[in-house]
Every structure is written in structure tokens, then in C-alpha cells.
């Protein structure tokens, strides 16, 4: 059984910083793609926006535009947790974060650039993050 639960929400003021975390357990550290993943106020989470999204086919990390530069993803040396170092933020980057998987193959699960995506079977429950003066 596959579960990710995210933790490190909260409210910060503009240009803070937050750091989210997302405990993994239950799947193969292996020809998977993980990422994060934000529904914003009023939006649906199918509609969720790709932030972050790592590919362990290629080895590579894809960013939204709207948060390369300022945002950082990466995982623990077990690969059991996935982070996200988010810097500078800003109001519209208030949204509910979800981490998500799914293996590559044969599943299907993809990142692409500017963390588009899409196959990501198993999400987390999502945490809360606002951004506010």
C-alpha cells in the first residue's frame, strides 16, 4: 500500500520561506516519477498545477516557471522523503500542496517540462500553505 504524507504548511508573510516535507512508504524507489503539485483556492485538485516533478527515468527535476528559481525540490538519501524549499514566496503561491506518484513503467506516470504531468496514481492528502501579511 502506497502512502505519502505531507507535512510543513502554515502561514507565512511574502518573500518567507517554508520548507514541506512528504514521507513516502509502500512503493518501489525505482522507475517512479514524484513531484509536487498545488490546487489553488476554488480550483479542483484534478486541475492541480505541477510545481516540482522528478523523473527517475532521466534523472531529471522539472520546475513550473512561476516558481523555477525560487523553489527547490529534493529527497532524503533513502529516498523515503521528498522536500520542497520554498523561497521568496508569494500570494499566488498560496494553495493546498499535494505530493504525488507513479511509476513510469509500465504505468505510464510522467513529468514533463514545466512540470506538467499526468499518471500520478497515489497522492498524499495534501498540506495547507498561505501566504499572507
Known amino acids: 500500500q502506497v502512502h505519502l504524507v505531507e507535512s510543513g504548511g502554515g502561514l507565512v508573510q511574502p518573500g518567507g520561506s517554508l520548507r514541506l516535507s512528504c514521507a513516502t512508504s509502500g512503493f518501489t524507489k525505482d522507475n517512479y516519477a514524484i513531484g509536487w503539485f498545488r490546487q489553488a483556492p476554488g480550483k479542483r485538485r484534478e486541475d492541480a498545477e505541477g510545481v516540482s516533478c522528478f523523473s527517475d527515468s532521466d534523472g531529471i527535476t522539472y520546475y513550473a516557471d512561476s516558481v523555477r528559481g525560487r523553489f527547490t525540490m529534493s529527497r532524503s538519501n533513502d529516498k523515503n522523503t521528498v522536500y520542497l524549499q520554498m523561497n521568496r514566496l508569494k500570494p499566488d503561491d498560496a494553495a493546498v500542496y499535494y505530493c504525488?506518484?507513479?511509476?513510469?513503467?509500465?504505468?505510464?506516470?510522467?513529468?514533463?517540462?514545466?512540470?506538467?504531468?499526468?499518471?500520478?496514481?497515489?497522492w498524499g492528502k495534501g498540506t495547507l500553505v498561505n501566504v499572507s501579511s
Open positions: 504525488a506518484t507513479g511509476l513510469e513503467r509500465p504505468a505510464g506516470a510522467t513529468c514533463l517540462p514545466g512540470a506538467y504531468y499526468y499518471g500520478m496514481d497515489y
